[in-house]
């Protein structure tokens, strides 16, 4: 079973928020503060946080799990960065009975070259999971994070294998943006900062020509990781996303 917390339920649809990868539920502390007018569903996928034990299998049974054990017999809206990102767009195309609408940010829409280096970047990426003071570098240095979120990071990182890691990569080198998606009726915003790869940044122009009722938007001087380190700029946009949406209650 996956591990999800939840808060009080109140007028608004909930919000589910998903992680990306070697992330956990910890990531979204200033998004839980800023939609407390919403009730807010935290999900740890599997391979990753309170669900390490769960094996990660494909987007596809990530997808379904989450649908049957998190979402249940409700409807939500889906905010997903990176790996959660592309959950979140499988969310509103496998189910999109259960999908208000999906925030997607950091996603790529064409399969990624070199991936013939994948093992060696997953060699490097375990290295660094022992490394310390790699990660109180990366917790100071490119998240900003506060002491306590800094030791959630490092903890949640280091629960990360090598197996889920070259697993979840493998099938997000090789993903597709294709036609299939374009039966999606769910109003979806894809973004990402203007600072992130090629490959995220041809998803933002890409995905709306693709999928319908869609737009994209690139955040001036963001970073792949905006959520943490832009909470203000990433929570005014999704506020904004809410409330343009058609038929629902939204706080102000």
Aim: hydrophobic share 40%; with cysteine; charged share 20%.
């Amino acid at each position: 079973m996956l591990h999800f917390s939840e808060t009080e339920i109140n007028e608004n649809e909930p919000i589910l928020f998903i992680h990306g990868i070697g992330a956990g539920r910890w990531m979204w502390w200033q998004q839980e503060k800023a939609f407390s007018d919403y009730p807010i569903i935290l999900v740890d996928l599997p391979g990753h946080g309170k669900s390490v034990s769960v094996p990660w299998i494909s987007l596809m049974d990530t997808t379904d799990m989450i649908a049957k054990e998190v979402i249940k017999n409700r409807t939500v809206h889906v905010v997903g960065i990176s790996l959660g990102g592309h959950v979140a767009l499988e969310l509103a195309k496998r189910h999109p009975d259960k999908i208000l609408s999906a925030f997607i940010s950091g996603i790529t829409a064409t399969p990624m070259r070199f991936q013939f280096l994948l093992k060696m970047q997953s060699r490097i990426v375990q290295r660094e999971i022992q490394n310390e003071r790699y990660l109180n570098r990366v917790a100071r240095d490119y998240y900003h994070l506060p002491p306590d979120k800094a030791a959630e990071f490092r903890a949640n990182y280091q629960l990360l294998t090598r197996k889920t890691y070259e697993t979840i990569w493998k099938e997000i080198m090789q993903f597709q943006l294709d036609q299939s998606y374009g039966n999606i009726a769910v109003p979806c915003l894809f973004t990402a900062g203007d600072q992130e790869s090629p490959g995220i940044l041809e998803a933002v122009s890409l995905a709306p020509e693709l999928v319908p009722n869609s737009v994209g938007r690139l955040i001036p001087g963001a970073q792949h990781a905006w959520p943490v380190q832009k909470a203000h700029e990433f929570n005014q946009l999704l506020r904004d996303w809410l409330n343009c949406l058609p038929h629902e209650k939204h706080g102000e």
